[in-house]
C-alpha cells in the first residue's frame, strides 16, 4: 500500500472519532436537558399567599407546577389561580412529606384543597389515601393523599390550601413538561 493511502486512512480515522466524540458529547448534553426537563416547575407559596385571588397565576394550568407551602397555623390558608381551557384535562395531587410531623397526622388533620371551578362550583380534595411516592428530582419521599383529573371548564379556578394541623404539602397540577415557565 503506497504512503498516500495510509495517510489517507488516518485523516478519515481521526474525522470518524472526532464525529464520534462530537456526536457523544451533543447527546450527553440532550439527554441532560430533557433529564431536567421532566420536573414540575417549583412555586413556593408563602403566608402572603393567604388567598387564591393574592397567589400566583398559572396561565396555563396544563403546566405542571409543583407548588410548596407550610401552614404556619392551625387556621392558615394558601392559595393560587390557574387559567384552563374547555376540554383540557385538570390533573391534580396533594401530597406532604413522609417525615414528622406529617407522617404522623390523624387523616382528618391533613390538608385539604378547596378547588373553585370557573362557573363558581367547588369541590374539596382530602384525604383519600397515603401513597409513598419518591419524587427524585428533589431527593424527598411523599405521601400522596388524593389524585384528581376531571375535564376542565374554560377560565380560571382557585385553589385553596388549609388544615387542622401546622405542617407542609405540596399541591402538584399538570402534566405538560416546560421546565422554566414564568
Known sequence: ???SY???????????RRFGVSFSLILTVVIGCC??????DPI???NEHLAAEVGPYLPDGTISFALYGRLEE???????????????????????????????????SLPEL???????????????FRQTFYEPFTGT???RLVDHIEEAQQGEYSFL????????????IGTLERFGTE
Open 161 to 172: 390550601i388549609s388544615g387542622s394541623e401546622v405542617g407542609r404539602y405540596v399541591v402538584s
Open 74 to 108: 392551625p387556621s392558615s390558608t394558601q392559595g393560587f389561580q390557574a387559567q384552563m381551557q374547555q376540554g383540557q384535562s385538570l390533573n391534580l395531587s396533594l401530597l406532604v412529606p413522609a417525615v414528622l410531623p406529617e407522617i404522623g397526622f390523624e387523616v382528618s
Open 1 to 3: 500500500r503506497s504512503p
Open 44 to 46: 413556593f407559596l408563602t
Open 35 to 40: 433529564a431536567h426537563a421532566s420536573a414540575h
Open 114 to 128: 378547596k378547588v373553585t371551578r370557573p362557573d363558581q362550583t367547588f369541590f374539596v380534595l382530602s384525604a383519600q
Open 141 to 143: 419521599t411523599y405521601l
Open 6 to 16: 495510509l495517510l489517507t486512512n488516518l485523516r478519515w480515522s481521526r474525522v470518524v
